[in-house]
Structure formats: structure tokens, C-alpha cells
Nanobody, 126 residues
Framework: QVELVESGGGPVTAGDSLRLSCAGS????????VAWFRQVPGQEREFVAG????????TVAESVEGRFTVSREYAKSTVYLQMDSLKPEDTGVYYC???????????????????WGQGTQVTVSS
């Protein structure tokens, strides 16, 4: 069993930066791929960024490429989402999710994720 807790969200102005954190607990968190998703009311949860088990591979959605970076720090069992040059369309609830995988694999399909955090709200005003 893995538990995930997100933090770092809040209200910001367009052009600002935020860093979200996803703290994982449970003995096997290091054996999971982790991703960030975001959701706005009335829309499906959208993949934002993901990191592989082992942290050797990362990927981000085209809509945030060049602005968002995902990384993981094993010593702290934490995955980060660095968000720069934020835009109003980045507003939403950001969730981290984890799924056990083989080393080096990134998972982008929301349906494949087994564990979810409670979410953290990011609001970007123009």
C-alpha cells in the first residue's frame, strides 16, 4: 500500500512559478512510476508529467513542455513538479499518482494508476 500527499499549490499570477511536492509513504514507493495529473470541473483528469521508476526517464505533456519539469528525490521519497511561466489555463487541481512498474517505464494512462493523492489546488490569475 502506498500513500501520497501533495503540497505546494496555491494562488499565483500568470508568469509566476510554483513547485508541487508529492510525498510517498509505503515500503515500495521507490518501485513505482509516478505522474502528475490535473483536473478542472467538468473535464477529465489530464496527464501533465511523469517520471519512471528509477527516475531515469521523464516526460511532460505538450501543453506544458518547456515550462514544467518533473523530478524525484529517492532519499525523501518525494516527486516534484516544478512549474514555471504559469498561465491561467494551468489552473486546476493537481494530483500525483503512482503505480508499480518495471524499471525505466513511464505510465501516462490515467486508468493504469493505482494510488492517488488528495490533490492540491493551483489557481493562476491573469
Amino acid at each position: 500500500q502506498v500513500e501520497l500527499v501533495e503540497s505546494g499549490g496555491g494562488p499565483v499570477t500568470a508568469g509566476d512559478s510554483l513547485r508541487l511536492s508529492c510525498a510517498g509513504s509505503g515500503g515500495t514507493f521507490s518501485q513505482h512510476a509516478v505522474a502528475w495529473f490535473r483536473q478542472v470541473p467538468g473535464q477529465e483528469r489530464e496527464f501533465v508529467a511523469g517520471v519512471s521508476r528509477g527516475g531515469t526517464k521523464t516526460t511532460v505533456a505538450e501543453s506544458v513542455e518547456g515550462r514544467f519539469t518533473v523530478s524525484r528525490e529517492y532519499a525523501k521519497s518525494t516527486v516534484y513538479l516544478q512549474m514555471d511561466s504559469l498561465k491561467p489555463e494551468d489552473t486546476g487541481v493537481y494530483y500525483c499518482a503512482a503505480v508499480p512498474v518495471l524499471p525505466g517505464k513511464i505510465v501516462v494512462n490515467v486508468k493504469e494508476y493505482q494510488y492517488w493523492g488528495q490533490g492540491t489546488q493551483v489557481t493562476v490569475s491573469s
